[in-house]
C-alpha cells in the first residue's frame, strides 16, 4: 500500500532506521519538476545527495527511471530510496544562503522577473551551496511562495523568472513546456556565422564525462536524428551584428535543452567566445586577456503571457557592462 507523506515527515521517519518511502504527488504539486518535488520533500537532505539518488536511478516515477527535469503530475507514485535526514542546521551557519535581492525587471504579486549576473547559479546543488532562489528567500522570508519557472546556466546572464504563487508557476512552466514563451539570447560567436544558417535542428543527448579531469561533468553533445537517446532541440538564429573576428548573434530557442545553445553553436564550428565548455580553450585564453572573463551568452529578450490576466508580456535585459565594454572597446 502506498504511503503518502507531507512536506515535514514525521519524527518516526527522521529519527529512525531509514526506509523506502512513496510519495503520492497532489494537484498542488502538479507540473513541478521533480528535482524539486524532492527537495521540497525531503527537507535536510543535502541537494548533492537528492540529484545523486535521481542519476542513479534509485528514484522512480511510476515504477520507471525518470530525469531530474521530468514534470510529475497528480497522482503519479515517487519512489524515493531509503535516506537519512539531516539535522536541520540553523539558519544564520556558515553554509546558509546570503540574504540577496537582484536586479529586478518586472514584479507583481504573481510574478517576479530579475536580470541574474554571470557566475552565480541558479539553485543550489551540483557542488554549490546555493543559488538565486536560496538567496531571494532569505531576504524575503515572508514570501510564501518564491519557485523557479526555468533556469539558466551558471555563466548566464540575463532575465530569470520567478513565480510568486503556485498557481503562476503552474501556468508559467505550461507555458515553457508547450514553447509558447519566446527567448532570445544575445551571443557572441568566433568567426563569421553564415548568413543562410538560421534553423538548427539537431537532436541532443546529455552524457557524464568518464575518467580523468572534470570526471562526472555532465556535457551535451549533438547526435543523429535516429539516436534513441536523442532530445530534439531547435534553435533559431538571426545575425545582429558583424564585427572583426565575431559574429553577435540573435539566437531563439524553440526546446529548452541542457546547454543547447552553446552546443548548437559550436557544432557549426563557431563556438559561443568564453565558453570553458564547448568552446576554443586557446581562443579563450586569449579573450581573457583582451577583458572578455566569461562566456559571452546573455538572456536578453523573454516574452510569456502573464498567468494572471493573460497579457502578453515582453521583457529586455541589457547586455551588462562587461560585455558591452567588449564590444566596443575604448
Not at 19 to 45: C, I
Not at 67 to 95: F, I, L, N, Y
Request: charged share 30%; aromatic share 4%; glycine share 8%.
Amino acid at each position: 500500500m502506498n504511503r503518502i507523506i507531507s512536506a515535514n515527515p514525521p519524527s518516526s521517519v527522521t529519527l529512525g532506521k531509514p526506509a523506502v518511502r512513496w510519495l503520492t504527488v497532489d494537484e498542488e504539486s502538479a507540473g513541478q519538476r521533480l528535482d524539486n518535488y524532492l527537495l521540497r520533500h525531503l527537507k535536510g537532505v543535502p541537494k548533492t545527495h537528492v540529484y545523486r539518488i535521481i542519476r542513479s536511478g534509485e528514484v522512480r516515477i511510476n515504477k520507471g527511471r525518470a530525469s531530474a527535469d521530468a514534470r510529475v503530475a497528480p497522482g503519479d507514485v515517487v519512489r524515493v530510496p531509503p535516506v537519512r535526514v539531516a539535522e536541520a542546521k540553523p539558519t544564520d551557519g556558515p553554509q546558509a544562503a546570503p540574504a540577496r535581492e537582484f536586479p529586478v525587471l518586472l514584479e507583481d504579486e504573481h510574478v517576479l522577473a530579475i536580470d541574474k549576473p554571470a557566475g552565480v547559479a541558479v539553485h543550489g546543488g551540483s557542488g554549490v551551496s546555493f543559488g538565486v532562489i536560496e538567496q531571494l528567500r532569505r531576504a524575503r522570508p515572508m514570501a510564501k511562495t518564491l519557485e523557479l519557472v526555468h533556469r539558466l546556466d551558471r555563466e548566464t546572464s540575463g532575465i530569470l523568472l520567478v513565480a510568486k504563487k503556485r498557481s503562476a508557476l503552474k501556468h508559467l512552466q505550461d507555458q515553457f513546456r508547450e514553447r509558447e514563451t519566446g527567448k532570445t539570447y544575445l551571443a557572441l560567436v568566433l568567426g563569421d556565422w553564415p548568413d543562410k544558417l538560421k534553423v538548427i535542428d539537431a537532436p541532443l543527448h546529455k552524457y557524464l564525462v568518464p575518467g580523468g579531469v572534470g570526471e562526472g561533468e555532465r556535457r551535451v553533445k549533438v547526435v543523429g536524428k535516429d539516436d534513441p537517446d536523442g532530445m530534439r532541440a531547435i534553435t533559431l538564429v538571426k545575425v545582429r551584428e558583424r564585427l572583426p573576428g565575431f559574429t553577435l548573434l540573435e539566437v531563439t530557442i524553440k526546446t529548452g535543452r541542457t546547454h543547447q545553445i552553446r552546443v548548437h553553436l559550436a557544432s557549426q564550428g563557431h563556438s559561443i567566445a568564453g565558453d570553458e565548455k564547448y568552446g576554443d580553450f586557446d581562443r579563450n585564453k586569449a579573450l581573457h586577456k583582451r577583458g572578455l572573463k566569461r562566456m559571452f551568452l546573455h538572456a536578453w529578450r523573454l516574452q510569456f503571457t502573464h498567468p494572471a490576466n493573460g497579457e502578453r508580456v515582453e521583457l529586455h535585459a541589457p547586455l551588462p557592462p562587461d560585455l558591452q565594454a567588449f564590444l566596443t572597446p575604448e
